[in-house]
């Protein structure tokens, strides 16, 4: 998985639904784990924060390691954690326990969003695989907010719906490389992969990201307490509007994946972002349903077209992958800050307030966002065709350029006779000895 490839996506698509779905759920995860147990919103905040530092340390971790482990073992490994870590806290009503069982999911979680965001990156196309990742975890989350206030109350529900999705994923975890050993022939060879390239403008959009995350996500965290508490909603109501909004989502999602790189990145995710901040202001301050569900959802639309122009942006700085891991894991580190920060700023001052500070950060991310995607594309992305190679094998982009340290090859001299030719060699086409060849010589 270091070089571009043309394997199918879809297995890539099943494992960014299992590892994502844990923060999409968030909202329901936390309002429910306050309402179900002896937990105040603030403590409930900081489990989902748990959660989600759990999944960013995984990230952090695995960057470099993926290949040498195996993305399918790997891949396993993540489901497998998910399911026991979620399902033992779905099952359990201790606090220990459910604290417990989160952190394991989160490592399931975070390594299966690792894989996936490696396998992304060596796509010919990172940007189509993300929006059909996106599309598949929204349209997912959508069903649960839909679901789940109808099954009843408890903490174990969306708990359990991340669980069950991590089981269904592993079969596709078959169509995964199995190691280190089906490296494609264009790839580096194992133990000399080349340094980070793009160093400063990764560093820039992974510490943006980290930032752009704990805004968005300070406000997805206590937005299920917005509904409730400020805006008078009941708990069905709020998820139709959830599932409305990640309806709209779905939308945006398309519009993006149309779009692709034709327009570059700069435009959607500086423009993105500073529309995001107006969204946030209008959900915060929401003291009713028409502007929850106006801010909501115009925000849900917004935010999941710019989070796949990022993670594309990541993806193209490195066709290795390690950029696209790492800014997701800071992005991870930035979402699991976010509940709990959330539930610290509305304590403090209020959901208005909180709207207010968040979207003014929001509007200074979007300058440095923009201008690493400038710098890095310079605006419209036009590419042709590229070569492939016999067997379908995509040519690695440093194939043809010699590296510094290889052998200079030695200068053949070619003579060139210039003597005129003979009349004879422009004679009409044909044999010009129409007689038998001589015989060869006795032996």
Same mark, same amino acid.
């Given at each position: 998985?270091?070089?571009?490839?043309?394997?199918?996506?879809?297995?890539?698509?099943?494992?960014?639904?299992?590892?994502?779905?844990?923060?999409?759920?968030?909202?329901?995860?936390?309002?429910?784990?306050?309402?179900?147990?002896?937990?105040?919103?603030?403590?409930?905040?900081?489990?989902?924060?748990?959660?989600?530092?759990?999944?960013?340390?995984?990230?952090?971790?695995?960057?470099?390691?993926?290949?040498?482990?195996?993305?399918?073992?790997?891949?396993?490994?993540?489901?497998?954690?998910?399911?026991?870590?979620?399902?033992?806290?779905?099952?359990?009503?201790?606090?220990?326990?459910?604290?417990?069982?989160?952190?394991?999911?989160?490592?399931?979680?975070?390594?299966?969003?690792?894989?996936?965001?490696?396998?992304?990156?060596?796509?010919?196309?990172?940007?189509?695989?993300?929006?059909?990742?996106?599309?598949?975890?929204?349209?997912?989350?959508?069903?649960?907010?839909?679901?789940?206030?109808?099954?009843?109350?408890?903490?174990?529900?969306?708990?359990?719906?991340?669980? #069950?999705? &991590?089981? !269904?994923?592993?079969?596709?975890?078959?169509?995964?490389? %199995? $190691? =280190?050993?089906?490296?494609?022939? /264009? *790839?580096?060879?194992?133990?000399?992969?080349?340094?980070?390239?793009?160093?400063?403008?990764?560093?820039?959009?992974?510490?943006?990201?980290?930032?752009?995350?704990?805004?968005?996500?300070?406000?997805?965290?206590?937005?299920?307490?917005?509904?409730?508490?400020?805006?008078?909603?009941?708990?069905?109501?709020?998820?139709?509007?959830?599932?409305?909004?990640?309806?709209?989502?779905?939308?945006?999602?398309?519009?993006?994946?149309?779009?692709?790189?034709?327009?570059?990145?700069?435009?959607?995710?500086?423009?993105?972002?500073?529309?995001?901040?107006?969204?946030?202001?209008?959900?915060?301050?929401?003291?009713?349903?028409?502007?929850?569900?106006?801010?909501?959802?115009?925000?849900?639309?917004?935010?999941?077209?710019?989070?796949?122009?990022?993670?594309? #942006?990541? &993806?193209? !700085?490195?066709?290795?992958?390690?950029?696209?891991?790492? %800014? $997701? =894991?800071?992005?991870?580190?930035? /979402? *699991?800050?976010?509940?709990?920060?959330?539930?610290?700023?509305?304590?403090?001052?209020?959901?208005?307030?909180?709207?207010?500070?968040?979207?003014?950060?929001?509007?200074?991310?979007?300058?440095?966002?923009?201008?690493?995607?400038?710098?890095?594309?310079?605006?419209?992305?036009?590419?042709?065709?590229?070569?492939?190679?016999?067997?379908?094998?995509?040519?690695?982009?440093?194939?043809?350029?010699?590296?510094?340290?290889?052998?200079?090859?030695?200068?053949?001299?070619?003579?060139?006779?210039?003597?005129?030719?003979?009349?004879?060699?422009?004679?009409?086409?044909?044999?010009?000895?129409?007689?038998?060849?001589?015989?060869?010589?006795?032996?």
């Amino acid at each position: 998985m270091s070089a571009r490839t043309t394997a199918p996506s879809w297995p890539l698509v099943a494992l960014f639904t299992a590892g994502y779905l844990a923060p999409y759920l968030l909202p329901t995860t936390v309002g429910r784990l306050d309402a179900a147990l002896p937990l105040s919103a603030t403590q409930a905040g900081a489990v989902g924060s748990l959660l989600l530092l759990s999944s960013a340390a995984a990230g952090f971790a695995l960057a470099s390691r993926i290949h040498r482990l195996g993305a399918r073992r790997l891949a396993r490994a993540g489901l497998l954690l998910a399911v026991a870590g979620y399902g033992t806290a779905a099952l359990s009503a201790s606090v220990p326990v459910v604290i417990a069982g989160a952190l394991v999911g989160g490592l399931g979680s975070g390594t299966a969003t690792t894989v996936a965001a490696a396998g992304t990156a060596a796509r010919r196309d990172p940007h189509r695989t993300t929006t059909l990742g996106l599309l598949s975890v929204s349209a997912l989350a959508a069903a649960v907010y839909l679901t789940v206030p109808h099954l009843g109350p408890g903490h174990g529900l969306p708990l359990a719906a991340v669980a #069950l999705t &991590a089981a !269904l994923v592993w079969p596709a975890t078959a169509h995964l490389p %199995a $190691g =280190s050993g089906e490296v494609p022939a /264009t *790839a580096h060879r194992p133990g000399s992969t080349p340094p980070l390239p793009h160093r400063r403008a990764g560093l820039v959009l992974a510490a943006a990201m980290l930032c752009w995350s704990l805004a968005q996500n300070s406000l997805w965290g206590v937005s299920s307490h917005i509904g409730t508490r400020q805006a008078g909603l009941g708990e069905a109501t709020v998820g139709v509007v959830f599932a409305a909004a990640l309806g709209a989502g779905l939308l945006g999602v398309l519009c993006a994946g149309a779009l692709g790189p034709r327009i570059g990145r700069a435009l959607p995710v500086g423009a993105g972002t500073a529309l995001i901040a107006v969204c946030i202001v209008v959900s915060a301050g929401a003291d009713g349903l028409t502007s929850f569900a106006v801010g909501e959802i115009a925000w849900n639309a917004l935010y999941p077209v710019v989070l796949s122009y990022l993670i594309s #942006l990541a &993806a193209s !700085l490195d066709p290795h992958g390690r950029w696209a891991v790492l %800014a $997701g =894991s800071a992005s991870s580190l930035g /979402t *699991a800050c976010g509940p709990l920060t959330g539930s610290l700023l509305s304590a403090a001052a209020g959901y208005p307030a909180m709207g207010w500070v968040l979207a003014t950060a929001l509007v200074l991310l979007a300058v440095p966002l923009a201008g690493v995607a400038l710098r890095t594309t310079g605006g419209p992305v036009l590419r042709g065709p590229e070569p492939v190679l016999r067997g379908g094998a995509v040519p690695h982009p440093d194939a043809a350029v010699p590296h510094a340290s290889a052998v200079e090859q030695p200068v053949v001299e070619i003579t060139v006779d210039h003597s005129r030719p003979r009349q004879r060699e422009f004679d009409t086409a044909g044999p010009q000895n129409s007689g038998p060849s001589p015989a060869p010589p006795a032996s």
